[in-house]
């Protein structure tokens, strides 16, 4: 592929030789993580705006006098956990995925480091695809969206789930498929 793979990934899918990379997906949940964490930052970043602007009325006359290393303290803190939290919500979308190989997956997190390396000999299974049966959700006139869950032997890691809207589904049937080809079994 002519996609470029950061090195880690590289690097984590050369040691558990899974081969060449197949696709690379966004995480279809990005967006979701996003905005969440969007949220979060505007809650932080709300905090040393007040502190700021409390100081200033003080200064004015219109308040007790700052306590100044508390003041500081605060708006360093908070200026700080906002600036992580706008990383983390642009890493979310930009650096958050999943890349398939022939022989497992290895998933991202915002930050771009690594957080899974799995073969698909330790997966328990895909849920969503090789049944009848499939769990949709649909909220307030939104399109039907696939639900889809990695589970893995034992139990750990924990699940990946995912959601793809029906009937456009990519990533769930073509990590199912790659199963298939590298375990010889339906999920």
Known sequence: MTEV???RVRTAAESAGFGPLVQRFRHPNARLFAA???????????????LLVSIVLALAG???QPQWPVALISVLVGGT?????????????????????????????PSGRVIRTVAWQRLAGIDG???????????AGT???????????GG?????????ITGREQLGPLAYRLYIEDTGKPA
């Open 129 to 139: 695809m090789g049944s009848p049966l499939q769990m949709r959700v649909q909220v």
């Open 81 to 109: 956990a906002a600036y992580l939290l706008a990383q983390l919500a642009i890493g979310n979308v930009t650096r958050r995925a999943i890349y398939l190989y022939p022989g497992g997956y290895v998933a991202t997190g």
């Open 5 to 7: 793979v950061p090195h």
């Open 36 to 50: 969440i964490t969007w949220a979060y930052f505007a809650m932080v970043a709300s905090l040393p705006l007040a």
């Open 143 to 153: 399109r039907a969206r696939t639900v889809f869950a990695f589970r893995h032997r």
């Open 62 to 64: 219109r308040g007790p």
């Open 156 to 164: 750990w890691p924990r699940p990946i789930k995912f959601t793809e």
